[in-house]
């Protein structure tokens, strides 16, 4: 399964909101392109070596997040729905857990 962010080279960096403005700065000094600030983060797009530049490099992020997949949710049903159709093994065997 190929999932969003590996068609897209889209990112989330969680960053403090009284931040943001200073953060997306430092995310296109380090190479970000299409940035957008949103709700406890900045979307970003980067391709691998500027993504690991970030990772490395960023003073002012928390994280970077890689979605797996975007889709409108209006239900909790609908939710599980959709996460179950993540291929979990990818990410996690039977005997790792999330903590």
């Known amino acids: 399964m190929t999932y969003d962010y590996q068609k897209t080279s889209r990112y989330f960096a969680q960053v403090a909101d009284d931040i943001k403005d200073i953060a997306e700065e430092e995310l296109q000094s380090l190479g970000a392109v299409e940035t957008r600030q949103a709700y406890r983060g900045i979307y970003l797009t980067a391709n691998p070596k500027v993504l690991y530049s ?25 939710l599980y729905k959709r996460a179950s159709e993540i291929q979990w093994e990818d990410f996690l065997n039977p005997s790792q857990t999330f903590a």
């Not at 970030?54 to 609908?78: G, T």
């Open 54 to 78: 970030i990772n490395f490099h960023s003073r002012l992020i928390n994280r970077v997040l890689a979605p797996l997949m975007f889709f409108n949710c209006h239900s909790d049903r609908y």
